[in-house]
């Protein structure tokens, strides 16, 4: 009786002491904790700003950026919006509103500067592809200042609406963007609106905005259409639209 009594308090002392029991113990528990913390995360949805009355919805067409009328609609038959993210679409909006700009001071200095040109004792003249190139020949000092001011007007727009370029290669690196060279708008900034209204012509009322921003990409992508004619025209027939 008493060996037995013995045996049965060694053999509970011993189990106590087991190291496997308690590491599986402590390993259940931990993955456990794991698996809790897992659950308990949510995904955070990016949050934008509202500038002059859009705020980006990357749900919708060109993030919800004005532009997009009948008959056409949402028209990019190419793709070059889809699935991009806001700051990509952003950029691409850049490139469009300030093309539509340059279309049209060409497609207004293309008929205006073939036949009304006072400067420089009119000896510029013919067709207007040429026009820069005589001026660089007729008075390289006011070609240089040109060229000078295009330069500072470029650098200016860029430091007030796109981020510096090293800020810009770090954030697309960390967010796996490609295929835009460092180039990313500021969070705050409005494709296009790098304050410049002299004449106060920009509304104040958001749907005025978005209207009036229409017009103007409208208007743009027909100089854009209209100018690469008048360029080609003349590139091949060597002579003056009129």
Known sequence: MKTAFLLATLAANASAFAPSSLRRTTSSVSMSDTAMEVETEETVKPTYPTINGWTADPEAFCAGLPGAVSPLGNFDPLGFTKDL????????RESEILHCRVGMLATLGYLVGENFHPLFGGSITGPANTHLGQVQEVAPFFFAW????????ELGRARIGWVEPIKAMKYNQKNNIKGTF??????NYYPGDIGFDPLGLKPNDPEEFAEMQTKELNNGRLAMIAAIGMMTQEQVTHHALF
Request: no cysteine.
């Open 182 to 187: 460092g180039a990313v708008l500021r969070a």
């Open 85 to 92: 993210p806001v700051t990509q679409i952003k950029r691409l």
């Open 146 to 153: 040109l060229v000078g001011s295009i330069l500072t007007a």
